[in-house]
């Protein structure tokens, strides 16, 4: 993974400094709460319901063991001895004081890490595949790529100032484990006639105007990628409205050109940037590509197939249909080295907070990943962790440490694997909340046993219509809504995030709490009678359509 040099410490250090006088300055009352705003913003401090709340970068997901101990240390001495992990991979704290929010960014620079650019309306965390450099699917590891863009745009004069907030991912594999689609920049890389290059995917996104980012580019060589996402940035900051928040994002301004029209001012920016030269050093990149080189992976010394090495553990522990064997079935994911897999850590017990993992917790997790993952251990997407690199052979003792530990849940991508945003638990943006309501859907699938029945199911809540849950693109969606003053939540279905991505279509009037997730139920009866041989609930949802999903909830 990246270490900072002496150039990237020296900024960090100097921001945390410049945010202490800020933040002295505020407690002296020399600044008021609009000067201050945008200031404590740029370094991830919001003011929420009840208290102050710090986002805290973790690019591309990637983070050591060292880096997971300070954050549950920061969890215990700042906040309430836990924090919430995010679908841009970060981890935000909710009960933070002010007085304390540049120790804080002291402490995280002190293991090279910060909250900068994490809020405000600028080019946010860099996101990746949480299975990066790892999967066995991808053409190269995109971290690299993701790496060089979050320094490129880190500070960056000007995109500081941008129309709306801006989110970039990067993936490396054909499967969309990022919601690639639906930022505002998406790429994949990719290999055309042998050679490495990069997809341009511009104008996704979700809140109260989700849309699917067309395709920009088939191909820019790699020597060009900073300069053509250049390109892309600057035709948006110059046209992009800031006259309305809710029209300010790029996918407007694609949508209102028309992507061929866009495309065409890109291309006519990216030939003019070529003539200046904005691209950095190839000697940059290879300098970056040296920090993601292989851990020491151990090869077994008699060549076993993977299943078979994998059916020996599992019959060594349990069998298939253990506790420990239903962990491996459902949380584990294939590796490219054939002696080891990833491992999936769910924060999301039934009846548990989505996201949530406590100081304890994570010091587990810290502990893990330094003996069993090269000490390299990733934040995903869904709201949970992994352990990227788990020999075989480690499966048994790892879960054992995790089941102890209340994060052995074998519950990857089913209903009980649900996104979830705070709502208005926590945040002063929302009209519902998310959390009782996801703990109760668990809860009640957990407990009928339908969990496993149902198989793979996406289901994500969001509080309010900034979608920050991704309702949009669950297959069953939740959005809470104020009716009336009182919390009402709208049901849609067919949404998808993956390479088949797809927006969800609302089912009709909405329900009262005990309503919907009623109505969750009744979803799934129409999917359990109608599926074909090895169909997911979307593969059947798109195969029948809303019609009967319609008339079980409506009548």
């Known amino acids: 993974m990246y270490r900072y040099d002496s150039y990237d410490q020296a900024m960090v250090d100097a921001r945390v400094e410049e945010f202490r006088d800020q933040a002295r300055r505020r407690l002296e009352g020399k600044l008021t709460e609009d000067q201050f705003k945008p200031l404590r913003l740029m370094n991830g401090l919001y003011l929420q319901l009840h208290a102050y709340m710090l986002r805290v970068a973790i690019p591309y997901g990637t983070l ?30 909710n009960w933070i004081k002010l007085e304390d929010a540049a120790d804080i960014l002291a402490d995280l620079a002190k293991v090279e890490m910060h909250a900068i650019q994490t809020s405000g309306n600028c080019i946010r965390n860099i996101s990746a595949d949480h299975f990066a450099g790892a999967a066995a ?28 907030k801006f989110k970039i991912a990067v993936i490396g594999s054909e499967t969309d484990r990022a919601a690639m689609r639906l930022h505002d920049i998406g790429i994949r890389i990719v290999k055309r006639d042998g050679e490495i290059g990069a997809q341009f995917y511009a104008g996704g996104g979700m809140g109260r105007t989700p849309m699917i980012a067309p395709l920009i580019r088939d191909f820019v ?129 039934a009846g548990g907070i989505p996201g949530d993992a406590t100081s304890e917790q994570m010091r587990v997790v810290a502990r ?78 957990a407990e009928t046993g339908r969990t496993e029945v149902v198989g793979e199911l996406k289901l994500k809540i969001s509080g309010c219509i900034n979608a920050c849950g991704h309702h949009h693109a669950g297959h069953i969606g939740i959005l809470g809504v104020d009716k009336k003053g009182k919390e009402n939540f709208q049901l849609s279905l067919g949404g998808s995030e993956a390479e088949d991505v797809s927006l969800a279509k609302i089912t009709g009037p909405g329900f009262d709490e005990d309503g919907v997730v009623a109505a969750v139920e009744k979803v799934t009866d129409v999917y359990l009678a109608s599926r074909a041989e090895g169909e997911r609930f979307l593969d059947t949802y798109r195969r029948i ?3 009967p999903f319609k008339e079980a909830l409506y009548g």
């Not at 919430?84 to 704290?93: G, M, S, V, W």
């Not at 003996?371 to 990227?388: C, I």
């Not at 994060?407 to 638990?425: F, K, Q, R, V, Y």
């Open 64 to 93: 050591n063991a060292g880096q997971m101990e300070a954050l549950a240390d920061i969890a215990e001495k700042y906040d309430r001895g836990y924090g919430h992990f995010t679908t841009r991979q970060n981890i935000q704290y």
């Open 545 to 547: 359509g809303m019609e």
């Open 137 to 164: 699917d991808e053409v190269v590891d995109p971290r690299p790529y993701a790496e060089l863009m979050r320094q490129w745009s880190s500070f960056h004069p000007e995109f500081t100032y941008l129309p709306r």
């Open 368 to 445: 893990l990943a330094r003996e069993y993952s090269f000490d390299e251990l990733r934040v995903m997407h869904t709201q949970n962790l992994l352990l990227p690199h788990v020999a075989i052979a480690d499966l048994p003792a790892v879960w054992q440490a995790l089941d102890a530990a209340g994060l052995g849940a074998a519950n990857m991508d089913t209903i009980e694997d649900i996104i979830a945003c705070p709502g208005l638990d926590y945040c002063s943006l929302a009209n519902a909340r998310s959390i009782p309501l996801a703990q109760r859907i668990s809860e009640r699938f």
């Open 221 to 349: 060589p790699l020597d060009q990628l900073i300069t053509y996402a250049e390109a892309c940035l600057r035709v948006y900051n110059r046209y992009g409205r800031r006259d309305n928040k809710y029209k300010a994002r790029i996918k407007i301004l694609v949508h209102e050109l028309g992507a061929a029209e866009y495309t065409r001012q890109v291309e006519e920016e990216f030939a003019h940037m070529l003539s200046v030269g904005v691209e950095p050093p190839t000697a940059e990149l290879e300098r970056i590509k040296a920090h993601f080189v292989d851990p020491p992976f151990v090869s077994s010394e008699v060549e076993t197939p993977f299943e078979q090495r994998l059916s020996t553990t599992l019959e060594a522990n349990g069998g298939q249909g253990s506790a420990f064997g239903q962990w491996v079935r459902r949380n584990t994911h294939p590796h490219r080295h054939p002696d080891y897999v990833s491992a999936v850590i769910s924060l999301k017990p």
